[in-house]
């Protein structure tokens, strides 16, 4: 599986990484097309059973940036 | 935390991230996304199927009273002390911490396979390849706590059901 993208949930805070994503975005800058976003208002917001819930829902992972 | 016990369902610590990323920080974003999806790439699809068990059981496990109450209290444990009046490090308090998580995820990955109709101690093994003695241990553990209730023998074998 060569070309195997992964499908990854993102929880990104609102004030930090979401405007980083954006940023990023607006400057043109290339990233891989596997995260799927979630805005959140705070990091801290995101409860270890939002991580499992996206795991059983089949993706093949999770990252959290503040 | 939740990438401890990932560790020891096996699903891999590799498969969560997390990162501080600030609002000017887009190379820095960028940088996380390559390698969150590197390392998720290296691990490979994940089927939730073959983890309904682990899964079920780290759920239980993270929204369970203990490991709740345990988490809310470190700072305040760490920093004045327990009830008892004795001071913890942050060290020893975590090592405490960790052997519970295991502890409790075992458990739960007992009572959910009794839950599906494992109702022996070689069966429990069978299906979930913990330790025979380790089994009968925590079995009883959940016994105290009636989460599981011993109903006899059937074959001169102890079968167990959930409560």
Not at chain 1, 37 to 51: L, N
């Amino acid at each position: 599986m060569a070309d195997f993208e992964p499908k990854i949930v993102a929880f990104l805070c609102n004030w930090c990484a979401y405007a980083g994503a954006d940023l990023a975005g607006v400057s043109r800058l290339q990233y891989p097309p596997s995260i799927r976003t979630v805005r959140v208002m705070c990091s801290g917001r995101v409860d270890p059973m939002f991580v499992l819930e996206a795991f059983k829902d089949g993706s093949d992972g999770v990252l959290v940036a503040g | 935390m939740t990438q401890k016990l990932f560790d020891i369902a096996g699903i891999g610590k590799e498969r969560l991230h997390l990162a501080w990323v600030s609002s000017a920080e887009a190379q820095r974003f960028v940088e996380v996304v390559i390698n969150a999806t590197e390392s998720v790439k290296a691990k490979g699809k994940f089927d939730p199927k073959t983890f309904e068990y682990e899964l079920a059981a780290a759920e239980m496990t993270l929204s369970g009273e203990t490991l709740r109450w345990m988490v809310g209290k470190e700072v305040k444990i760490t920093t004045k002390g327990d009830v008892y009046g004795r001071n913890w490090d942050v060290e020893s308090f975590e090592t405490i911490l960790d052997a519970v998580l295991e502890r409790e995820y075992q458990k739960n990955l007992i009572y959910k396979a009794v839950k599906e109709g494992h109702t022996s101690v070689r069966d429990i093994h069978h299906k979930i390849g913990l330790d025979l003695k380790r089994i009968s241990y925590l079995l009883a553990d959940l016994e105290k706590t009636n989460k599981v209730e011993f109903t006899g023998m059937k074959d001169r074998i102890p079968v167990f059901a959930v409560l």
